[in-house]
């Protein structure tokens, strides 16, 4: 169905859809730090994919997944695979989510975060 809603497909309610996409973020916020790479790639693309056909729509998610505990620590693991996929989960994120709040947030959790891995990726 997921397939189908992204490609146009199948119509939906948007409200709807989008309250039941928020409720993933828990769970794709867990499996971005999963240390085998297929549920992290898994959980990436699925991410990237909703950023780009959700646009606006996935500002709450975003700011989720955005944090010190999803995303962002993600990007400082030692694990290159993880760091990698998180990375171009935020880039994907910044590309299609046009919400100042989320710049805000960004900024916050770069200043809190010391990992010289993370700053080198995100500058």
């Known amino acids: ?15 709807n859809y989008i309250q039941q996409v928020n409720k993933l973020g828990t769970c794709l916020g867990a499996q971005v730090h999963d240390l085998r790479s297929n549920p992290a790639k898994a959980a990436s693309v699925s991410i990237q994919v909703l950023a780009q056909n959700l646009g606006n729509d996935f500002e709450f998610l975003a700011l989720k997944l955005v944090s010190k505990d999803a995303l962002i620590k993600a990007a400082a693991s030692g694990n290159k695979c993880l760091s990698d996929l998180s990375h171009q989960s935020i880039l994907c994120i910044l590309n299609h989510v ?4 989320l710049i805000a947030r960004l900024q916050t959790e ?4 010391k990992s010289t891995l993370v700053h080198g990726k995100m500058s």
């Open 1 to 15: 169905m997921f397939d189908a809603v992204c490609s146009g497909q199948t119509k939906i309610n948007v409200n």
């Open 110 to 113: 770069m200043l809190a975060n």
């Open 98 to 101: 046009c919400v100042p709040k």
